[in-house]
């Protein structure tokens, strides 16, 4: 095994390999950090140019764009407070405050090693646990499926320390906007009252990037109208009080003097990837829910603490590890990203399944190195582009909220060169703002909107498979995802009242 990973390393590292490997690389973290352009259509931009190399060089090109992609959203995430793919959604919630906290270069930082050491702990993953993480993803049903995503429903009822009660409204919400247009199996067109606006759903795209953008642009605009106080003053103008340098050697310790948070986030981002149709959007979720509940101090997340970057990040870079497990595995997409690499293989004349790694060793273990080197490319990238980067903290915001608002047009246009995702965008962008002045958190709605369709998916499958509603129950693997469900939601419900109860002590008054 070691003996064919050195030789793909040795085979990568060649010029006719390397170059299209740094290319995705670099052409992953730009599409990644620009609100809208997805991984996904990144990586359709560059499939027509991967038609003339052989197999290997086209496949290390779009791997590259799959680990750059993941790792590049952080950028505006951070920066800007949007994320740049779905993925880097929870890395808003802690990277953004630390970055208008002052430290913009620590949040970016933290981000980039996180992901490139979940990334590598993914790729020690997709090497040795190939098998037996594969087979227990053959044993999921359509029950299984369902299990898990009401196990994901109940995680995040825990994001939302300050409301539990409006934490499970923003998830129903999610999960109701995931009903409106066409049924997925039926085809039954459901609360469209005979729009033709609406028969098709909305697109997930457009909602996130309105409720993320539309709704941080417009706090941030109200915030510098208010009255402002010299404390306000400062905090509005990052370029008084950042400091563009960062001691690597200080944020990796920061990263590795928290092996269990590290370990178990890329644990999450590996499992979530292996199984499909989940992606890294609800891995960066869950490992950052993770994070809150094992925390000794869950309040603070969302202030701008390390452990939420840590989290989040690797566990997006770590789900890379777990899709590629399943592509190679089993032939199965795991996600949007997978199924054009698939694509790609078949019209290359390569049959991946179970005996794809037998059959044709060279190849496998050359996409194993063209991962491994990506995130050392990734690094590269991002270090030389980083100054650049943070400069964006020093724009105004008079300059910098039109230039976003037009990216996410863009981005929102581009999607089906259509003008009904823009509209999407400014109705979500509205609805977004609303709710962030209700004191509704985000987090929960979008990991609704997330796995509302699949949810649904599976438990229509389950009933036309077989009607008798205790399988959900009785199947091991479904049971036991029920129970964790229920646990879940006790110790969201215990984090709760123990918040409440320690606000009540801090507030009461001493005689």
Known sequence: MFELLGHGLLTVLQWNYLVPLFAGTLIGVIGGALPGVTITMTIIVILPFTYGLDPLQGLAAMTGVYVGGSAGGLVTACLLGIPGTPSAIATTFDGFPMAR????????????WSSFFGGLLGGLFLILVTGPLAAIALQFGPWEYFSLFVLAMAMVAGLAESSFIKGLL????????????????????????????????????????????????????????????????????????????VSHLKVIGEILGRPFLLLWSTVVGILIGVLPAIGGSAANMLAYDQAKKFSRHPERFGTGVPEGIIASE????????????????F???????????????????????PLFVSQQPALAYGIYAAYILAH????????????FMLQITRVRLAVLAPVVLVLCVIGAYALN????????????????????????????????????????????????TDDNPLLFFTRPISGALLLCAALSVALAVWQHLRHQARTAREEAPDF
């Open 331 to 353: 032939g199965i997409p795991g996600d949007a990203v997978t199924a054009v690499m698939l694509g790609a293989m078949t019209i290359h004349g390569i049959q991946s399944g």
């Open 376 to 387: 050392l490319l990734m690094v590269l990238i991002l270090a030389a582009g980083a100054l």
């Open 417 to 464: 060169n259509t003008m009904q995702s823009v509209y999407v965008l400014l109705i979500f962008g509205v609805f977004g703002y609303a709710l962030v002045k209700g004191g509704f958190p985000l987090a929960p709605l979008i990991l609704g909107l997330i796995l509302g369709d699949q949810i649904e998916i599976n438990l229509i499958r389950a009933i036309m």
């Open 170 to 245: 923003s998830t129903a919400i999610g999960l109701l906007i995931t009903v409106i247009g066409t049924d997925p199996i039926g085809s039954v067109p459901r609360f469209t009252f005979g729009s033709e606006f609406i028969s098709g759903g909305f697109p997930f795209l457009p909602v996130l990037i309105g409720i993320f953008a539309f709704a941080q642009i417009m706090s941030d605009i109200e915030m510098t109208r208010a009255p402002k106080t010299p404390e306000a003053v400062l905090a509005a103008q990052p370029s008084l009080g950042v400091s563009l340098g």
């Open 314 to 329: 690797s566990a997006n870079n770590a789900n890379v590890g777990g899709s590629l497990v399943t592509i190679m595995a």
């Open 101 to 112: 906290g002052g430290a913009p270069g620590r949040a970016i930082w933290l981000g980039v």
